[in-house]
């Protein structure tokens, strides 16, 4: 079974690997995932809810507060940028012509005049990612009534942090990354949405609950089967930032089902040790929301940093950065995430001490752009004397004798690259330890806990967290 158990989900989590990632393209970052039964939250649920710790009413309640950090953000900052570094290299030139640039010094500001230190500028990206919050928990067997059935309710509530700030530009690269900087001789709008900075959110839900049905119960053994959904309690609030968390953690409502299955592999004086494997695999609905899009060339490639070149809309006078209106609403389809997990749990007397591996993958996201405005933007040249009202010929020509490409027509829907907003496939393991202890108070079984975690990502596109958690439960 156990051998079943592990095919199953390596398949999972190598489809979701397969998922190409694109390097300079990306507006949306996906973020570790808190939804899920980890190690740390269910490896104890077993002892204390069955009939040897003596709640009559089958009523089981838990919390664990926890925090978690970002570590190896280097890799976050390459798979957002280019050539695995997370330097920027900034050209005078719009073309890439002077060096070995990836975002040209003309895409940001318009009619720049350079200076030599703006002429040969890095930027350099650090991102970070925290949260601080707790799990609440309940279990109810339903022993008396309905034999070998429970109910699970599981729901997190944390408050994140996430940032991306920028170090070594110029002063005008730095305002225009924090949407401070704008210009009205010649006219040009401040960025609004894919700002760089810090920005803080509370999070809730989801609200997951789960049938179980134990299918083995006996002194040395179990084996439960559980299925059930996940219920969206908060709305993700409208992107604003390009190092943005991950809404698939709480705002997709989504099927639930896995098995749990343990085994005393030996026992002798008053020293046990169980093994326990979980399996859980989680189907995401889809819905909208809104992303910020790319852009595709004429001749189908990919521009880098594309939501950062300027354009201008037609009739009107001035340009602005073009995330200003690729932030657009997308229809997200609906993805797979998996995860497997084995713990052993070593008892003695009333000190259980658990020893964690999970292994943990989602699918990559596929957007479908819901509605765009045909013939009403373009990519300016930086020629375009910005008093005048706007028109696609403006924005023709060539520029250092270069061909300026996303000039030759007005942006149409085929041109967006809905990729750019869609966050990558996660694929990553986790380690865990710690401790828990049962007794009782006024008759009451009470349990505490607490441990560590590490969470190491396998591509760059999966963050790497440490984390501590206690855990407190009392039984009814």
Known sequence: MKKNILLITLACTISTSMAVLEYG???????????INRCQETALWHTHTTTDVGNPLGLSLQIIPFVNKAVRTDAI???????????????????????????????????????????????????????????????????ASCPGVAFQFHMPLYYTTASLIESGGTRTIEQY???????????????????????????CGPLSI????????????????????????????????????????????????????????????????????QTNYHYMFGGSENRIMGLLDDDGSIPLFSPYLLGAQNTVAGVFPLANVLHQSVQRSGIHQADIAFITAITWQSLTINLGYELFGRQAERLTLIAWPENTYAIVSPMYATSAPFTNALSTGTFETETILLNHRFLTSDMINTNAGASPAQLGCAVTIGAGYNTKLYGFPIGFGAGMSFENGFNNATASMIGGWIKGLISF
């Open 25 to 35: 393209g990306k507006t949306y970052f996906a973020l570790p995932h808190f939804d």
């Open 77 to 143: 900052a390459k798979q957002l940028t280019y050539k695995e570094s997370a330097t920027i290299p900034i050209a005078g030139d719009r073309f890439n012509q002077a060096s070995d640039s990836v975002l040209p010094y003309h895409a940001i500001v318009h009619n720049p005049v350079l200076s030599p230190p703006e002429a040969s500028a890095t930027l350099t990206l650090n991102p970070d990612f925290s949260n601080i919050g707790a799990t609440f928990s309940a279990f109810f067997d339903a022993k």
């Open 177 to 203: 990354f924090s949407g401070t900087y704008s210009q009205t001789s010649p006219i040009q709008d401040a960025l609004t949405n894919g700002l760089l900075g810090k920005h803080r959110h509370t999070v």
């Open 210 to 277: 789960t049938m179980r049905y134990s299918l083995i119960e006996n002194d040395n053994n179990y084996l439960t089967v559980y299925a059930g959904a996940g219920i969206t309690l908060k709305k993700k609030p409208v992107q604003t930032y390009l190092f943005d968390y991950h809404s698939t953690a709480y705002d997709h409502h989504k099927f639930i089902c896995g098995l749990e299955a343990g085994a005393t592999v030996a026992h002798f004086d008053e020293v046990s040790v169980e093994i326990i494997a």
